[in-house]
């Protein structure tokens, strides 16, 4: 007997998304893997209005379209460096989509930064690596220009009007993202005005993720979200001191053990050390001990 | 005024006037079957002479151009031909030519699905 899908989380296409969504992102796909040339999803829209949950939809959507397992742990990045890594990654592991999510940092005020003329690097040769990548934003304008000059991102999903049940989104060609671009500049349009100024290829909707699916995502979203939290308040966990004190992880178990320095903090089950453990062990370094 | 033995002129390119003589005359073409319909309509007994001429001049005009793409003269069969309707299927084959060679061609908007993103950005592109 046909399983049928259930009718909260997936629409008549067997999908989270709507027809539209989909006759682009196959459009996108078809960019990347038969023509060869590199393609950017741009989602964006206010907090929370489903940005992370579309760009994981249509990232799950680009590995099953290619026959790949969507893997979550490795599709995923927060902020530009776990992107760079996890770009790496997926090209190692021929995987074919990539969320990038809060790409917030990489904005046209840092543009003059070494890390966004990295970032950019990587975006204007990423059309070698054969992956599609989602980047969430909360204004497409804030994207490096360079790239537009480039033709990199090719389509921009607006998410607005989240609802209990589903959530809406417009698509904008790069033609129209432009034309956006050129009106806020020339004519002081509001960036959030704009939206209701230019008309948009379609407007398509999205539903939620199945609730174990959508743990999972809330659970990697959100313990990333308090790791970076953390870690402004100088709460450190172990990987985090060792990558500070370019030791083996290992090593500063097995120091943390040694000078019975405990925990601040334990949160899904990480332990959080303070800025006294991360003293104590550079004073250890210094003497050379464990060495 | 223009001097034809130039190639070019201090105000208007030759190749402009040649195309407002070319599209003059095709007015003409259509003024004058507009004018014999409408007299045949009102129950007069009109020749076609006028609108035959009016076509032919339009063909001495573009003539050589129209041999060169469609291997064709029409000059003959515009000289034989007495049927009205006949004329009309001549002259549409002139305006067809007018069209290929964008004379007439006036909408140059491109089509294109607008629900397809990736078809506007190609479309736009270049």
Known sequence: MKQTKDKRFFYSNGLHFTDDIKKNVDRAIQRVFIKGKASLIIVDGVQGEGKTTLATQIAEYVSNSQKKE???????????????????????????????????????????????????QVFQQFRTFKIVVICCLPHFKIIDGSLFTNGIPRMLFHCHDKKKKYSRAKGYSMVRMNKMLHLMRRKNIPANEIYKKVYPNFRGSFKDFEPEMSKKLDVLSSTEKFLFLMENQEKLTQDQLAEKLDRSKNWVYKMLKKKKLS???????????????????QIAIEKGEGC | MVD???????????????????????????????????KVLSGFDLDNNMVKMRIFSLWLEIGSGFQDINNENLGLSINDTVDLEELINIFEKIDAYLYKIRLTKIASFKSYDTTDMEAENEANEG
């Open chain 2, 4 to 38: 034809f033995r130039e190639t070019s002129t201090v105000t208007t390119p030759f190749t402009e006037v040649v195309k407002l003589t070319i599209l003059q005359r095709r007015n003409d073409c259509i003024e004058a079957i507009e004018f014999h319909k409408k």
């Open chain 1, 70 to 120: 969507f893997l979550m742990d490795l599709q995923y990045s927060r902020g530009g460096e776990q992107f760079k890594e996890k770009l790496a990654k997926c090209y190692t592991m021929k995987l074919p989509g990539l969320v990038y999510d809060e790409a917030g940092d990489f904005d046209r005020k840092g543009s003059m930064t070494r890390y966004n003329r990295d970032l950019n």
């Open chain 1, 263 to 281: 925990e601040v903090l334990i949160h899904k089950r990480k332990k959080f050390y303070d800025k006294k453990a991360l003293e104590k062990l």
